[in-house]
Structures are given as C-alpha cells and as structure tokens.
C-alpha cells in the first residue's frame, strides 16, 4: 500500500503563487509515476500534470502548461506542483495520485487539498 498526503493549498488571490506537496509513504518502491488531478465545483476530476517516479518524464495539461511545474524530490519521496499565474478558473480540489502498473492508470489517491483563486 503507498499512502500519499497532500498539503499547501489555500486562498490566494488571481495571479498569485502556491506549492502543494504530496508526500508518499509506505510502498513507494511501487510507484511508477505521479500525478495531480483537480476537481472543481459541479465539474468532472481533470488531469493537470504527472511525473514519472525517475522525475524524467512530465506530462502537462493545456491549462496548466506554461504556468504550473511538477517536480519531485526522490529524498523526501515528495512531488510538488508549483502554481504560477494562478486564475479564478484554478480554484478547486487537487488530488496526489500514484500509479504502479504500466498503463497510465492511477491506484493510490490523497485526500485532496482546496486551492482557492480570488479574482
């Protein structure tokens, strides 16, 4: 089992800053790869960024490109997601997922963390 907690969200005002972390304990010998997802008010959860657990390889969304970076510290078996520029359209849940098999599916997920962007 790998358990993974998120933590830094917040309110923040429209073109302000904020890092989550996710930190990932018990069987992170597992995971292949990690992700953020969000979940805003009366949408479906979308993807945002992943990172592959080497921190090789990223993938971002078209909303997050340009202003959100992920990163990962093998040390701390920490990932971030660093938010720049951040609009009134970012504010929802955000979710640490983790994923163990080969396709791109995810088997673990935080609790979520609420970021909120004041226009």
């Known amino acids: 089992q790998v358990r993974l907690v998120e933590s830094g969200g917040g309110l923040v005002q429209a073109g302000g800053s904020l890092r989550l972390s996710c930190a990932a304990s018990g069987r992170t010998s597992a995971l292949l790869r990690m992700a953020w997802f969000r979940q805003a008010p009366g949408k479906e959860r979308e993807f945002v960024a992943s990172i592959s657990w080497d921190g090789i390889v990223t993938y971002y969304a078209d909303s997050a490109r340009g202003r959100f970076t992920i990163s990962r510290d093998g040390a701390k078996n920490t990932v971030y997601l660093q938010m720049n520029s951040l609009k009134p359209e970012d504010t929802a849940v955000y979710y640490c997922?983790?994923?163990?098999?080969?396709?791109?599916?995810?088997?673990?997920w935080g609790q979520g963390t609420q970021v909120t962007v004041s226009s």
């Open positions: 997922a983790g994923g163990v098999r080969t396709t791109a599916t995810y088997d673990y």
